[in-house]
């Protein structure tokens, strides 16, 4: 997997990623693989990646769709220097060392596409994984906040990158 390829969300892809099922501790970010799934995916905040064999590795997205709820109630959106970013990876290829490559990649793309070079994330803050991936990266620790998912209070973190 050497280079990755951002293109529109299509129908056909989001109800591939609608479908994607993550393992515990991580199942906060799988879908349900309905229709609201798929219209989410569809709101034109969202981009399917493939590498370079053309092979479905992951997706982005920005804007509203890469927030958090409770981040607002702390005022973390209200900064319009960065641009939001949210991502996945397919689940089969999660823990295996793509990430790093993978953000890189989407960092890269979203500096292109949105001629940003802020950008911030929010992570679950117990996802150390993606949080060492990230801040190999380049991004640093902001602040920690709490929002409801399924019903529960989960911690999140943000994280902020500039590409200047």
Not at 53 to 60: A, N, P, Q, S
Request: charged letters at 25%.
């Amino acid at each position: 997997m050497s280079s990755f390829q951002f293109l529109k969300m299509t129908e056909q892809y989001a109800a591939l990623i609608a479908g994607w099922a993550y393992e515990e501790p991580y199942s906060l970010y799988s879908m349900e693989g309905g229709l609201d799934d798929i219209s989410e995916l569809m709101n034109g905040d969202y981009y399917y990646a493939l590498d370079d064999t053309h092979e479905l590795v992951g997706y982005i997205c920005t804007g509203n769709s890469a927030r958090v709820p409770g981040g607002y109630l702390i005022g973390i959106y209200n900064d319009e220097q960065y641009i939001d970013l949210g991502l996945g990876l397919k689940p089969e290829l999660t823990g295996k060392g793509y990430g790093e490559q993978f953000l890189m990649s989407s960092l890269q793309f979203i500096k292109e596409e949105y001629d940003k070079s802020d950008v911030q994330l929010v992570v679950a803050a117990f996802n150390e994984r993606a949080i060492k991936v990230y801040e190999r990266v380049g991004f640093i620790k902001g602040q920690l906040f709490k929002s409801k998912v399924s019903g529960q209070e989960i911690d999140f973190l943000v994280m902020l990158y500039s590409m200047k």
